[in-house]
């Protein structure tokens, strides 16, 4: 299963950090929105979509990539993030991307979410919060999360 993880990572590396696990267990290319052509992804089985939570929503760099999409998208995809705080009801950051992807056309087959260092307002006033993470257990569960995602997408052995 040929796949591409399109991911941005701007505060500390954190959500590079998992998309790199993710990436090596799926050997799929780790790139920032604007490092890949919108006409390439035809050629992949697989699409990823990351980065950091800012206030509540991923990065706006990605969900102005994710705009850029032509409807009609036939790929299986995924999406994970990194946060100072869960992914969790009733507000799901994961939610509103996912949402988008499966209008644009995309078979969304799960989202993986962990905790990371966080220094956005007002954590900086205290040094941040959830310092070391992602931290070893962290990024096993990324790659348990990854290592599930061709059986998920129905991808033969």
Same mark, same amino acid.
């Given at each position: 299963?040929?796949?591409?993880?399109?991911? &941005?990572?701007?505060?500390?590396?954190? &959500?590079?950090?998992?998309?790199? !696990?993710?990436?090596?267990?799926?050997?799929?290319?780790?790139?920032?929105? $604007?490092?890949? $052509?919108? +006409? @390439?992804?035809? /050629?992949? $089985?697989?699409?990823?979509?990351?980065?950091?939570?800012?206030?509540?929503?991923?990065? /706006?760099?990605?969900?102005?990539?994710?705009?850029?999409?032509? @409807?009609?998208?036939?790929?299986? +995809?995924?999406?994970?993030? &990194?946060?100072?705080?869960?992914?969790?009801?009733?507000?799901?950051?994961?939610?509103?991307?996912?949402?988008?992807?499966?209008?644009?056309?995309? @078979? !969304?087959?799960? &989202?993986?979410?962990?905790? %990371?260092?966080?220094?956005?307002?007002?954590?900086?006033?205290?040094?941040?919060?959830?310092?070391?993470?992602?931290?070893? +257990?962290?990024?096993?569960?990324?790659? /348990?999360? +990854? @290592?599930?995602?061709?059986?998920? %997408?129905?991808?033969?052995?």
């Amino acid at each position: 299963m040929k796949s591409i993880i399109v991911c &941005t990572s701007v505060s500390h590396g954190n &959500t590079k950090r998992v998309a790199d !696990v993710i990436g090596q267990v799926l050997d799929a290319r780790v790139v920032a929105p $604007d490092q890949v $052509d919108i +006409a @390439e992804l035809a /050629a992949y $089985d697989l699409v990823g979509f990351g980065s950091g939570i800012y206030l509540g929503s991923f990065h /706006a760099r990605l969900l102005e990539f994710v705009e850029s999409l032509p @409807e009609g998208q036939r790929h299986k +995809a995924f999406v994970f993030a &990194t946060s100072g705080f869960p992914d969790a009801r009733p507000h799901a950051f994961s939610r509103p991307l996912v949402r988008r992807l499966g209008q644009k056309g995309f @078979e !969304v087959i799960d &989202t993986f979410s962990c905790r %990371a260092f966080d220094t956005y307002l007002p954590f900086k006033l205290v040094g941040g919060i959830r310092k070391g993470r992602p931290n070893a +257990a962290d990024l096993e569960s990324a790659r /348990a999360f +990854a @290592e599930g995602l061709p059986a998920r %997408a129905g991808a033969r052995p």
